[in-house]
């Protein structure tokens, strides 16, 4: 098949992105691109070459075994090339390549496989003679290396001499130098303290560390290693027979190996091992990327052999990026129910911890400045929480000539009105109530679960909905009939009577999901909790001050402000009477709380804040406690009772769970505060 030139100019594309890369690391000392994302170009382009075998170049990035080494260094000849491993992504490409060796293997009954954390640092090959550290060489391009054999050497965990009474004349011995993950935050903060440019991550660090000409500097990192492969000269007397009996005599002559290695009886093993600890690698004191997959046996290993740039006998198994890179191939934006306009990139597609992301938010006007994002860039993207893709910066090495800074748009996409700023805010909006997009996002909110329930009010359907006319506000859907709605394209009666039945059973819904459904700014499903609490009807609610609704717990002056100035509107004040008569509920019987009467219900109990609470703000959850009659800390202990718990938890949690300390969420504590009972 025939590259077409969409093709050709992407192969060219991609090999300059990776040569600046490769070049700014290896030989500037200054990387702007982090492994993942290097790895992700490199196998796009690794992809269109062997699906167009006549665009492959002598100069490619993949006719390299690596890059060549910094110019400051002595570059000397590996005494064994250091090849790399080839990447599976997935089961499928695991068993491809066990598959593979397979075929060239007929006699591989009962061989086993030995699994190893891949550790996220930089390689090093260290020669031994007669037991005396003699050398030390980075990987470089995998031919030669450069030598730091005194940065070596103030490596703790490198022993100078190896713990055997009679060595071979010559050992060498693989492994990674690696930065442990508190040792990597102090040295960033000591940077920052400085004015100095941060690491991007542990390994970058490693790497600048290694190449210190002072190693003094280097000592001072504290730099680790784990052994994981020896090579003995061919007169030695020790016989290693599987890569297993390798890492227990690493152990034996004085290195630390990976203490969570394993022996795997088949892939399905290999996999398990790999599934466990995708999860336990984010508790690890240092970074893990994968799991490297070896054949046991080394006389398998040896019959195997090498292809031109990988071992046959050996894979590493990467996680699923969670950072990862794409191209932006348009900027939009989106109103949301409350109007708000959400600059949002639009990428090729992507797959970012599992899932294909194609869109990507951009928050506001001033992150969009701030990142100088334009249309053709090469971004690296993560997902917030977990949840939702965002951009985390631009890779504006790579950016092609004659791109354009993105400008927010003036008027309203979806109606032409003026957008506003408003003072203070950072966040752009339609303020046109009529507005189709808020008017969307306000029946899509309406429907959904936290709020009235309503199955079958989804996006398509809302949108069939306004296209025909049928609903103008959330009052309208309560008019709609059977004989209305299946008359509609890609409707039928069935559907129809099932979305009528759904809307009327709405109604039963209680007063405060009644209220959350409104879409009041700031106003959660805990915080629509509180204020029918304590306001036991709309109509008290809806002429309540704002100091009224700021002397309640839980709700803070935002959520005050906002709930204040929406019963201002006259098209809400409307909405309400229409919703009434319509059967929902704006009354709640539950007596109001009344935080004196609960004074002591936390008494005695110690709690410990962390990460970020929906709605609250921590001095307010802390006031909360305390007046209920508990205790606040700032570190957990054996001595706390409860660890109050918000997203992006730091390593609190983990402490806590350790300790097996009691979680508490924001919704809990809330519940607490309404109720009579002492936990």
Request: glycine share 6%.
């Amino acid at each position: 098949m025939k590259a077409n030139t969409e093709i050709t100019q992407k192969v060219t594309q991609l090999r300059e992105q990776l040569q600046k890369a490769s070049y700014a690391y290896y030989v500037l000392d200054n990387p702007f691109m982090e492994d993942s994302i290097y790895d992700q170009l490199y196998r796009q382009l690794q992809d269109l070459e062997t699906e167009f075998p006549d665009l492959i170049t002598s100069d490619s990035p993949t006719q390299r075994v690596g890059d060549r080494p910094a110019s400051k260094f002595i570059s000397i000849k590996h005494n064994i090339p250091l090849y790399s491993l080839e990447n599976a992504f997935n089961l499928e490409e695991l068993n491809k390549w066990d598959d593979r060796w397979k075929r060239l293997q007929t006699n591989h009954n009962n061989q086993n496989y030995v699994c190893e954390l891949k550790i996220d640092g930089c390689s090093l090959a260290l020669t031994y003679e007669k037991g005396i550290l003699t050398r030390g060489v980075t990987r470089g391009d995998g031919i030669m290396g450069e030598e730091i054999t005194q940065n070596v050497k103030t490596i703790r965990s490198i022993p100078l001499k190896l713990n055997l009474e009679n060595p071979p004349d010559l050992i060498e011995v693989r492994g990674e130098a690696f930065l442990p993950l508190k040792t990597f935050d102090e040295l960033n903060i000591e940077r920052q303290e400085k004015g100095e440019y941060l690491f991007a991550n542990p390994r970058n660090a490693t790497a600048g560390t290694l190449r210190q000409l002072d190693s003094k500097k280097v000592a001072d990192r504290r730099l680790d290693f784990f052994a994981y492969t020896l090579h003995l000269s061919g007169d030695s007397d020790i016989k290693i027979n599987t890569q297993w009996d390798s890492l227990e005599f690493l152990h034996q002559m004085g290195f630390r190996v990976n203490p969570h290695r394993q022996v795997c009886q088949d892939i399905t093993e290999v996999d398990q091992y790999f599934q466990d600890w995708d999860n336990k690698r984010k508790s690890l004191p240092y970074m893990t990327d994968g799991v490297v997959v070896k054949l046991n046996l080394i006389s398998l290993q040896e019959e195997l052999g090498f292809t031109q740039k990988f071992p046959r006998w050996a894979i590493a198994l990467k996680y699923p990026a969670e950072e990862v890179s794409t191209i932006v191939t348009e900027i939009t934006v989106n109103i949301g129910r409350t109007g708000a306009v959400t600059p949002m990139a639009i990428m090729q597609p992507v797959e970012v911890a599992g899932t294909t992301v194609q869109r990507a938010t951009l928050h506001n006007e001033d992150r969009v400045k701030e990142l100088d994002i334009r249309v053709g860039d090469t971004v690296v993207i993560r997902k917030a929480g977990e949840i939702i893709p965002e951009v985390l910066r631009v890779l504006k090495e790579l950016r092609p000539p004659n791109t354009i800074p993105y400008q927010m748009p003036k008027n309203c996409p979806e109606c032409g009105s003026k957008l506003v700023r408003p003072k203070d805010e950072a966040v752009t909006r339609c303020l046109n109530s009529s507005c189709p997009a808020i008017l969307r996002g306000s029946l899509i909110h309406w429907g959904s679960r936290d709020a009235l329930d309503i199955r079958g009010l989804g996006e398509k359907n809302v949108i069939l909905l306004i296209e025909n006319n049928l609903v103008k506000s959330i009052a309208d859907l309560y008019n709609l009939t059977s004989e209305k709605i299946e008359k509609l394209d890609r409707m039928g009666k069935k559907s129809a009577d099932n979305l009528v039945t759904a809307i009327n059973h709405s109604k039963q819904q209680s007063y405060a999901r009644v209220l959350y459904g409104l879409g009041i700014r700031y106003v959660g499903k805990v915080n629509a909790e509180i204020l029918t609490q304590n306001f036991p009807s709309i109509d008290v609610l809806s002429q309540a001050k704002i100091t009224d609704l700021e002397s309640v717990y839980g709700i803070g002056i935002e959520i005050a402000q906002s709930v204040f100035e929406w019963f201002k509107i006259p098209e809400n004040l409307d909405l309400i009477p229409q919703l009434k008569n319509a059967g929902l509920s704006f009354k709640n019987q539950v007596s109001t709380v009344n935080i004196s009467s609960n004074s002591q219900l936390l008494e005695g109990k110690t709690f410990v804040l962390t990460g970020t609470l929906p709605t609250l703000k921590r001095k307010e959850a802390e006031d909360i406690i305390k007046k209920l009659g508990g205790k606040i800390s700032s570190s957990v202990s054996k001595k706390t009772d409860y660890l109050l718990l918000g997203e992006d938890a730091g390593s609190k949690l983990e402490k806590a769970r350790g300790l097996g300390i009691k979680e508490m969420s924001e919704e809990d504590l809330l519940k607490i505060l309404q109720s009579s009972e002492n936990i």
